[in-house]
């Protein structure tokens, strides 16, 4: 009697899609049947990537999206909960998971080129909080945003700290609170979001930015962002001070003297991110 070989199986397709358009690095989440949940192997993925990205100098910006229905539904609750029968009922993997998503999205916040969210539907906790974090964002007029952390006694302590950072107040206050999603519309009201396009048309409309901010000198991008984050968090003469420096520090570079020489000469200049 013979006995059928037992099948391999099937190699799993990769969490994080990895795509050059141009000069321009397309993340996409891909674990659709989990919603793209930020799995502690997504988080660590994503911020490997973001740090690859920051150290080719070919690639000027980055944009992130998502396969399927949603663009992602947070941390991985499933994973999370399986921790509680650790000994200390998930505490010590609890705080590294936080410690690594928190990390990651600093990433994002810190990589010296501008990062684009592609959003083609939900985005909820820390998939808002990943939304939050780009510099720029396109959404579908689709999706839509929450924080629902409070719905299961969690409150959404750690996708507070971007939505807080991009959205004023009491309407930050009132997603967390509330644990209601807002639309893509009125996501771009409050300010989440830049602009709302037809369904499928996201990801063009955000690589079509990336590629508009990719044009600009990279050494330029790369002082206004970080200058960007930190005059924000500085009183107002501790801004204007800072930001004075970094003007004078802009001025002296090559690129800015192109610039203002191509300006007045009225040519294209030519970058040499310097």
């Known amino acids: 009697m013979s006995v059928q070989a037992a099948r391999a199986p099937s190699p799993q397709p990769p969490i994080l899609l990895r795509e050059i358009v141009g000069s321009v690095a397309v993340l996409t989440l891909n674990r659709p049947a989990a919603r793209n ?36 539904a947070g941390h991985d609750i499933k994973e999370l909960s399986a921790r509680r029968t650790d000994p200390d009922r998930g505490r010590a993997y609890f ?14 916040v810190h990589l010296p080129k501008p990062v684009v ?21 396109i959404a579908s007029h689709e999706a839509k945003f929450a924080t629902p952390g409070v719905d299961i006694g969690l409150f959404c302590s750690t996708p507070m700290v971007a939505l807080s950072r991009n959205v004023p107040r009491k309407q930050a206050m009132e997603m ?21 396009v037809p369904a499928g048309t996201e990801l063009g409309a955000a690589i079509e930015l990336a590629q508009q901010v990719a044009l600009k000198s990279a050494y330029t991008v790369k002082l206004g962002k970080e200058a960007f984050y930190r005059q924000a968090e500085m009183s107002l003469a501790d801004a204007y001070r800072y930001a004075a420096e970094v003007m004078t520090e802009n001025m002296m570079a090559r690129d800015a003297e192109e610039g203002i020489g191509a300006f007045i000469e009225k040519r294209a200049p030519t970058w040499r991110d310097e």
Request: net charge negative; aromatic share 2%.
């Open 176 to 196: 967390l609170l509330t644990g209601e999603p807002v639309t893509a519309e009125r996501a771009r009201e409050i300010g989440l979001v830049n602009r709302v």
């Open 95 to 108: 705080a590294q998971i936080m410690t690594a998503c928190s990390a990651m999205m600093q990433a994002v």
């Open 117 to 137: 969210a592609a959003v083609q539907g939900i985005a909820t906790a820390a998939g808002c909080q990943l939304v939050a974090s780009c510099d720029l964002a």
């Open 37 to 72: 949940s930020l799995s502690e192997a997504m988080i660590g993925q994503l911020h490997a990537s973001l740090n690859a990205i920051a150290e080719d100098k070919h690639i000027r910006a980055a944009v992130i999206a998502a396969n399927g229905p949603a663009f992602s």
